[in-house]
């Protein structure tokens, strides 16, 4: 389970994070591009923008139920 108080520091504002628990996968970039970026230099991913839809919000939720580690979460904080 990802941890907030553990968020890779590249993350915008907003209810979805990455933690520094990520393995750099890509997994994430792969199912909501728009919203998750590879960090290839750090070998981690961050979220670069928060969903402002429900497609978003569908992909986001989509990229962290894929994560092999669980280090994306949803604090629940307004988009």
């Known amino acids: 389970m990802a ?4 968020k890779v520091e590249n993350n915008v ?3 979805y ?3 520094k628990e990520c ?6 970039h792969e199912v909501a591009g728009k919203y998750f970026v590879m960090d290839d230099t750090a ?3 961050y979220v670069a923008e928060q969903p402002k839809d429900e497609e978003g919000t569908v992909l986001c939720v989509e990229a962290m139920n894929s994560c092999p580690v669980e280090a994306i979460g949803d604090d629940g904080a307004a988009a």
Do not use: E, R, S
């Not at 393995?23 to 994430?28: E, K, S």
């Open 3 to 6: 941890d907030k108080a553990n």
């Open 13 to 15: 504002d907003g209810a």
């Open 17 to 19: 994070y990455v933690d």
């Open 23 to 28: 393995i750099g996968c890509g997994m994430c």
């Open 43 to 45: 070998g981690v991913a």
